[in-house]
C-alpha cells in the first residue's frame, strides 16, 4: 500500500508493526515456510495478496493476473500446503 491513509483503513496492520513479537510470530508462520521454495515464494505471495484483496474471487483475480483459474488454485494450493494455512478459515485469514 502507498499513500495517504485514515488510521481507520490500515486495519490491523499498525497494531502488527507496533508488537515486533506479533509481526515476528506471523513472519514465522506464513512467510519463512516459503522460503524453502524461494524460486517461487515471492509468486505465492502476490498471488495470495491478490486473491485476498479481490475478496477471494478466483476468476475475477486470475483475469485481473492473466492467469488460467487452474493455475491460480495451483498457486494457492501451493501456499497453503507450505504454510498449513487454510485461506478459507477466516481466522487464518485476518492473520
Not at 84 to 92: A, H, I, S
Request: glycine letters at 6%; proline letters at 3%; hydrophobic letters at 40%.
Amino acid at each position: 500500500m502507498t499513500g495517504v491513509f485514515e488510521l481507520g483503513e490500515l486495519g490491523v496492520r499498525p497494531a502488527i508493526l507496533a508488537d515486533g513479537e506479533l509481526g515476528d510470530e506471523l513472519k514465522r508462520r506464513y512467510l519463512d515456510p516459503l522460503m524453502d521454495s524461494s524460486d517461487i515464494a515471492q509468486t505465492l505471495i502476490e498471488t495470495t495478496r491478490r486473491y485476498l484483496e479481490s475478496g477471494m474471487r478466483v476468476e475475477a483475480t486470475a483475469r485481473a493476473m492473466f492467469l488460467h483459474a487452474n493455475t491460480l488454485r495451483y498457486r494457492l494450493r501451493r501456499f497453503e500446503v507450505l504454510t498449513r494455512c487454510d485461506l478459507k478459515d477466516p481466522d487464518r485469514r485476518m492473520e
